[in-house]
């Protein structure tokens, strides 16, 4: 520090000379922010050049181009914003994505660098690896626009749920589990589209499902990780695009600059915009929004209004382009649904299950008796005894006296919504059984508890009847358990008469499960749901399933019950049919006698199953 001084500054003395104790006699600071000049007169004040009356606050939320996040600009039809807007108050909808008022905490303007952590970036990097993105362009090479967007949503995914998991156990300290994966993979290139253009997104279907900011990112569907609006700049350095929010909430006339700018000059040029709708997701009982993607709108009329707190904002009159895939219309013809109540008790589940035939005059599947669960005659036999939990108040992650938790390898495989945490070559769950003493609704009894969503059992046009969801699914949501009558007396050559069952489900089979092609060891469980069965009767097979199937094991004492779990694979939105992959029977004398012909109609169809 002395010698920094070198001479003092009101004459040229010698630094010996200087009388330390003066120099060192520090006076308090009266302003802890640099104060620059004002701006010329002929331009409008900006940050950082504040005018004498102007507050650094204001400016900084109002500078350009950034997005604006306060008020959504509301349309006539198609409100930008809550007020004036022909949808509820639980839904907003986003041109290029209007994705509502943040409140609570504010934001980070940029998320934080998972390379910083390096536990987090260890975890990343071995998902990377045992997916081989490392080389992200040759897998882009090698793959279909609709392949890309899938697998880089599904690795997302499974790092963010693994990431929770580490941090719910201790092993991580992490704030967003959603921000830190979606930065890394990022920072590393791993984007669907990473280059912004005006229309639609390659490989993004209209009625696609996000539950994640970061997920919009990564596909290139929306370019910013906190709302507001993306736009892009033409040749000739116009901003084209759409929409308005404030993350602060303060009220001011909206000027005609970054997203509303951009609208305007989109609406000039007849330029197509999409658009985001964010829904209340009243599947898990928080207050996250699901993101759906209503495809391409165009903007008919633009004009500035007085609202009640008497500023002025800029309003949009968006209409849908025609001959598109049914979007968000889809979820507000299920609403109307909400008021139909079925017949009590007509099938043994927590939710109703509706039964709809638009294709032909059949009545309804085969007779069979509706259970819950998988029945055993006896159970399996298990060398050591367990004797269950005393976790009275339900399992909890990073419990490490919890012998349930310690069967998992440590971790909860579940977490507190009841979504599947375990990473994808995790095959085997451990969830607790009869002799635990936690509650029923404890979050480790996760297949315990019952179908949580609204299914339809309907009539396919060329498989018979299929199986779906009346609301979304997220990815590593739990569906059912295939419930039947579990087999004995199987063999390694089969199980002989049983064979003409179209509704077996052999354990022992080598399954693909969407999930990475990972190896599984199989169990020697097979069920018929012939006679006796539940909703995953009707599963029907695809080749580029969105449900997958996971052994879950409950014990007690010495007795050890398996049963078949089914989670889904990536977002499911409502409506659309949910299908595993069968893949193979083991015993090569099962082959042709089960032989049958895919119907899947995917681009990975292999042209038969077992």
């Given at each position: 520090?002395?010698?920094?001084?070198?001479?003092?500054?009101?004459?040229?003395?010698?630094?010996?000379?200087?009388?330390?104790?003066?120099?060192?006699?520090?006076?308090?600071?009266?302003?802890?922010?640099?104060?620059?000049?004002?701006?010329?007169?002929?331009?409008?004040?900006?940050?950082?050049?504040?005018?004498?009356?102007?507050?650094?606050?204001?400016?900084?939320?109002?500078?350009?181009?950034?997005?604006?996040?306060?008020?959504?600009?509301?349309?006539?039809?198609?409100?930008?914003?809550?007020?004036?807007?022909?949808?509820?108050?639980?839904?907003?909808?986003?041109?290029?994505?209007?994705?509502?008022?943040r409140r609570g905490r504010p934001?980070?303007?940029?998320?934080?660098?998972?390379?910083?952590?390096?536990?987090?970036?260890?975890?990343?990097?071995?998902?990377?690896?045992?997916?081989?993105?490392?080389?992200?362009?040759?897998?882009?090479?090698?793959?279909?626009?609709?392949?890309?967007?899938?697998?880089?949503?599904?690795?997302?995914?499974?790092?963010?749920?693994?990431?929770?998991?580490?941090?719910?156990?201790?092993?991580?300290?992490?704030?967003?589990?959603?921000?830190?994966?979606?930065?890394?993979?990022?920072?590393?290139?791993?984007?669907?589209?990473?280059?912004?253009?005006?229309?639609?997104?390659?490989?993004?279907?209209?009625?696609?499902?996000?539950?994640?900011?970061?997920?919009?990112?990564?596909?290139?569907?929306?370019?910013?990780?906190?709302?507001?609006?993306?736009?892009?700049?033409?040749?000739?350095?116009?901003?084209?695009?759409?929409?308005?929010?404030?993350?602060?909430?303060?009220?001011?006339?909206?000027?005609?600059?970054?997203?509303?700018?951009?609208?305007?000059?989109?609406?000039?040029?007849?330029?197509?915009?999409?658009?985001?709708?964010?829904?209340?997701?009243?599947?898990?009982?928080?207050?996250?929004?699901?993101?759906?993607?209503?495809?391409?709108?165009?903007?008919?009329?633009?004009?500035?209004?007085?609202?009640?707190?008497?500023?002025?904002?800029?309003?949009?009159?968006?209409?849908?382009?025609?001959?598109?895939?049914?979007?968000?219309?889809?979820?507000?013809?299920?609403?109307?649904?909400?008021?139909?109540?079925?017949?009590?008790?007509?099938?043994?589940?927590?939710?109703?299950?509706?039964?709809?035939?638009?294709?032909?005059?059949?009545?309804?599947?085969?007779?069979?008796?509706?259970?819950?669960?998988?029945?055993?005659?006896?159970?399996?036999?298990?060398?050591?005894?367990?004797?269950?939990?005393?976790?009275?108040?339900?399992?909890?992650?990073?419990?490490?006296?919890?012998?349930?938790?310690?069967?998992?390898?440590?971790?909860?495989?579940?977490?507190?919504?009841?979504?599947?945490?375990?990473?994808?070559?995790?095959?085997?769950?451990?969830?607790?059984?009869?002799?635990?003493?936690?509650?029923?609704?404890?979050?480790?009894?996760?297949?315990?508890?019952?179908?949580?969503?609204?299914?339809?059992?309907?009539?396919?046009k060329n498989k018979g009847w299929?199986?779906?969801?009346?609301?979304?699914?997220?990815?590593?949501?739990?569906?059912?358990?295939?419930?039947?009558?579990?087999?004995?007396?199987?063999?390694?050559?089969?199980?002989?008469?049983?064979?003409?069952?179209?509704?077996?489900?052999?354990?022992?089979?080598?399954?693909?499960?969407?999930?990475?092609?990972?190896?599984?060891?199989?169990?020697?469980?097979?069920?018929?749901?012939?006679?006796?069965?539940?909703?995953?009767?009707?599963?029907?097979?695809?080749?580029?399933?969105?449900?997958?199937?996971?052994?879950?094991?409950?014990?007690?004492?010495?007795?050890?019950?398996?049963?078949?779990?089914?989670?889904?694979?990536?977002h499911i939105p409502p409506m659309?049919?949910?299908?595993?992959?069968?893949?193979?029977?083991?015993?090569?004398?099962?082959?042709?006698?089960?032989?049958?012909?895919?119907?899947?109609?995917?681009?990975?169809?292999?042209?038969?199953?077992?």
């Amino acid at each position: 520090m002395e010698q920094g001084l070198g001479f003092n500054s009101n004459s040229n003395t010698p630094f010996d000379s200087i009388d330390k104790s003066r120099v060192l006699d520090v006076k308090p600071l009266k302003f802890i922010v640099p104060i620059f000049p004002n701006s010329p007169p002929e331009v409008g004040p900006f940050y950082p050049f504040l005018a004498p009356n102007t507050t650094q606050k204001s400016t900084i939320v109002a500078q350009t181009p950034q997005p604006n996040y306060g008020g959504n600009g509301p349309l006539k039809d198609a409100a930008l914003d809550r007020c004036g807007s022909e949808f509820s108050k639980d839904r907003d909808v986003c041109a290029v994505s209007n994705l509502g008022k943040r409140r609570g905490r504010p934001p980070r303007e940029k998320p934080e660098n998972v390379e910083d952590d390096f536990g987090a970036n260890a975890v990343i990097n071995t998902f990377l690896k045992s997916f081989n993105l490392h080389d992200f362009e040759e897998f882009k090479r090698r793959n279909n626009d609709r392949g890309i967007v899938g697998t880089v949503l599904f690795v997302y995914d499974s790092i963010r749920r693994h990431l929770t998991q580490l941090e719910e156990s201790k092993q991580l300290s992490l704030r967003r589990p959603d921000l830190k994966a979606g930065a890394a993979l990022i920072s590393k290139g791993i984007r669907a589209n990473s280059t912004k253009r005006i229309g639609n997104i390659p490989g993004v279907k209209v009625g696609d499902i996000f539950f994640f900011r970061m997920e919009l990112c990564i596909v290139g569907l929306h370019g910013h990780t906190m709302g507001g609006i993306d736009y892009t700049t033409a040749v000739n350095g116009e901003s084209m695009a759409g929409g308005v929010q404030r993350r602060d909430g303060q009220v001011f006339d909206q000027k005609l600059e970054g997203g509303n700018l951009a609208l305007v000059n989109s609406f000039h040029r007849g330029n197509e915009v999409r658009v985001i709708r964010g829904v209340k997701d009243k599947t898990d009982g928080s207050n996250g929004k699901i993101y759906v993607y209503d495809g391409l709108y165009q903007i008919q009329d633009s004009w500035t209004e007085k609202i009640k707190s008497g500023f002025s904002v800029f309003k949009y009159k968006l209409v849908r382009v025609p001959g598109q895939p049914e979007g968000f219309s889809l979820w507000e013809s299920i609403r109307k649904k909400d008021g139909n109540a079925l017949r009590a008790g007509l099938v043994g589940e927590c939710q109703p299950v509706a039964l709809v035939n638009d294709v032909d005059g059949e009545m309804g599947p085969a007779h069979f008796t509706y259970v819950r669960s998988l029945r055993y005659a006896k159970p399996f036999q298990t060398s050591k005894p367990y004797s269950g939990c005393r976790c009275s108040g339900g399992c909890q992650p990073g419990d490490a006296s919890c012998p349930c938790n310690r069967k998992n390898d440590g971790f909860a495989p579940y977490s507190s919504i009841g979504v599947l945490l375990n990473p994808p070559n995790k095959w085997l769950i451990h969830e607790c059984g009869f002799t635990c003493s936690c509650p029923p609704n404890c979050r480790n009894r996760m297949s315990q508890i019952g179908v949580k969503v609204r299914f339809e059992v309907f009539k396919t046009k060329n498989k018979g009847w299929g199986l779906r969801s009346l609301d979304p699914i997220r990815a590593g949501g739990f569906i059912c358990e295939y419930a039947g009558d579990v087999i004995e007396g199987f063999t390694e050559n089969g199980f002989g008469n049983e064979i003409d069952d179209d509704y077996i489900f052999d354990a022992t089979c080598v399954r693909g499960d969407g999930s990475g092609g990972l190896g599984k060891d199989p169990f020697a469980l097979v069920i018929s749901a012939k006679e006796n069965g539940n909703v995953a009767r009707f599963l029907n097979h695809s080749c580029c399933p969105n449900v997958m199937w996971r052994p879950v094991l409950r014990e007690s004492n010495s007795d050890s019950y398996v049963h078949v779990a089914f989670f889904a694979i990536r977002h499911i939105p409502p409506m659309q049919e949910l299908t595993y992959d069968y893949e193979m029977v083991r015993h090569e004398k099962q082959r042709d006698e089960r032989k049958k012909k895919c119907l899947c109609g995917s681009t990975k169809c292999r042209g038969h199953f077992y």
